[in-house]
């Protein structure tokens, strides 16, 4: 897609988001000029994503299905005084896949990395040092921005993907272990086993505020690994995040500021799951949504992706809502909300996640936080 040209569709930001939008348009709509740019050297982000199978419709489950690398029938989670393993199928996907299913599905000429947008326009991308590319539409995805409008609280993590020189005995993930110390909020544990060596252990708070301590952070995992005795422990990797968690506020405001008439992916149109802040199943859904369009004018590609996220937002009052009760909570109380959470029927636990509560869900969910 050379400078000047007037035809297809632009994407920025080559995350987790952008990169799924751009795979599924190259596989499904091979007809419509696509030029994806990512700032840093990798697509994908480099974080490792884990989710439930049923978010996601299994007629779009082919789109991730090219970047599983572990799966698993279900999990377990742990409170002090209860613990439990739930079915639930749910399966991991790495950043590295996705840089690598990028690369296999585009054409060179289709991406660009180590390219910044500074600014996305309705039909074009201006790139640092001025230069700029016009399309029919632009898509913005580089991540949150602008986000005062929402009510918002965080999710972060530390994680390190460790080498043990023995079995580790962890056979599928667990979602939470929630009978560590706690601080900063709330705090869990959280482990992926990715071979019977191989295991990322992460770190994580549902936290009032976005600053974190990574070096802390650390030394809490080192802490936790040493108290399970897991031996010869040779750190592979290491992977951070901070992720919002909604709790109301302005989103029609939230989609107007930073750009009135720019389609928006990802965090920065509020594709998240209120209560985790994944952006993986939202990310599918919008990938495939802009498969099925036949105009890719900047003007109907806002009107559109706006009107999903709105959508998505009016859907998931219930998560938000429980969001609210959490955090009103005092600190000390906040690991009972969610003990209290994981006693409940595993379909109710499910179709939350899922986002596809039914009203005797919402009645149970009420009684919980109340």
Known sequence: MARGKRDGLLIAGGGLTGSLAAVAMAKKRPDVPLLLVEEGETFGGGRTFLLFEDMIDEDDRWLVEP???????????????????????????RGADVDRLVRETLRPSQYRLETKAVAVR???????????????????????????????????????????SAPHRVDRPVLMDATVEQSDGYRFVRCTPFSDTRLLVEDCYHSDAPEFDEVAAGERLDAYVAARG??????????AAVLPLALGGDFSAFWRVGGARVAKLGLRGGFF???????????????????????????????????????????????????????????????????????LDSAIIARFHAGRPGVLDRVRMGKLVK
């Open 230 to 239: 897991w031996k010869g422990g040779e750190i592979e990797r290491e992977e």
């Open 67 to 93: 970047l599983v690398s572990g799966r698993w029938d279900g999990y377990y989670v742990a409170f002090p005084g209860h613990s439990r393993k739930l079915k639930a199928p749910c399966v991991s996907i």
């Open 122 to 164: 309705e039909n074009e991308l201006v790139l640092l040092g001025g230069d700029r590319i016009k399309a029919d539409g632009a898509i913005d995805a580089r991540g949150s921005a602008h986000i005062s409008m929402l009510d918002l609280r965080w999710h972060k993590f530390f994680g390190r993907e460790y080498s043990f």
């Open 273 to 343: 799951h209120p209560a985790t802040g994944s952006t993986v199943a939202d990310a599918v859904s919008a990938a495939i949504l802009l498969t099925e369009q036949t105009d890719f004018g900047g003007e109907a590609l806002h009107d559109l992706i706006e009107a999903e996220a709105a959508a998505l937002w009016r859907r998931r009052e219930l998560q938000r809502g429980f969001n609210e009760a959490v955090f009103e909570a005092r600190p000390e109380d906040r690991r009972a909300l969610f003990d209290g959470f994981y006693r």
